[in-house]
């Protein structure tokens, strides 16, 4: 788990120069499947340009280069590493069913992405848990209530707190501090699109923020500037959407 703390704490201190897209399946049975991919080609690309030696000097980007480019689970890539510390069979269920691989375009890193994989209710508590602890930066729309049938979105999660409380976590007070004031600078784009099995039968409520795709899909794409600026107002801002699929 360290290790997903390293990386997507690496990757939140350039997010400028990154692009976050986040796909969360919902199950018939009640789970669902998120996955994450952070683009950071455009963030080597300057790094190599101002530096071209400056990326092997990153610790965290040292540690992106070793990971597989196939999914593995974090559960047998700690075991290869021989840093496999938990008895906790909670713990190592979790572990088995996070998976992560580096992404490379032409042979060079672009990037990582990172797999929750048929996670129910149960397992997204526990990662709730383990999240309030190590500070993990994830989409918060990924712990939305789901039954099988209902999705109910709480639109409060319409916001960056995870990652903005791992930027402070792990910054100096004076870091905390500069960062808090220059948090919409730091995205380039996210967005999180939501897909279910079964045909959606109806949606009640609205935000400016989310749109449906098709009959299966809806899709958010948080507005930055909107996010941080107090005076902005939305056109429709209901506090909760309720999706329900046949």
């Known amino acids: 788990m360290k290790k997903i703390l390293l990386l997507l704490t690496a990757a939140v201190f350039v997010l400028q120069s990154c692009i976050i897209n986040s796909e969360i399946v919902y199950h018939s049975d009640g789970a669902s499947t998120s996955v ?3 683009d950071m080609r455009q963030f080597i690309a300057e790094m190599k340009a101002m530096t071209p030696d400056s990326l092997k000097q990153q610790k965290e980007f040292g540690d992106m280069d070793k990971l597989p480019t196939v999914w593995t689970s974090v559960f047998d890539i700690q075991k290869h590493e021989g840093k496999l510390k938990t008895k906790d069979p909670d ?46 930066p994830l989409d918060q729309n990924m712990f939305n209530n789901w039954d099988g049938k209902i999705l109910t979105i709480d639109t409060e999660n319409f916001n960056l707190k995870n990652i903005e409380e791992t930027l402070r976590s792990k910054s100096s007070k004076e870091e905390a501090e500069k960062v808090e004031g220059m948090i919409s600078m730091f995205f380039k784009s996210i967005g999180t699109t939501m897909k279910f099995e079964n045909k959606i039968k109806s949606i009640t409520g609205k935000h400016d923020w989310l749109k449906q795709i098709d009959n299966k899909t809806v899709q958010i794409d948080y507005d930055l500037k909107a996010m941080y600026d107090k005076e902005a107002k939305l056109k429709h801002s209901d506090k909760k959407i309720i999706i329900t699929t046949e």
Do not use: V
């Open 36 to 38: 994450t991919d952070i």
């Open 91 to 136: 713990s190592i269920r979790i572990m088995k069913k996070i998976f992560m691989k580096a992404n490379k375009e032409n042979n060079e890193p672009a990037g990582f992405s990172l797999k929750m994989d048929h996670f129910n209710q149960t397992d997204y508590n526990l990662l709730s848990s383990y999240n309030k602890k190590e500070k993990l």
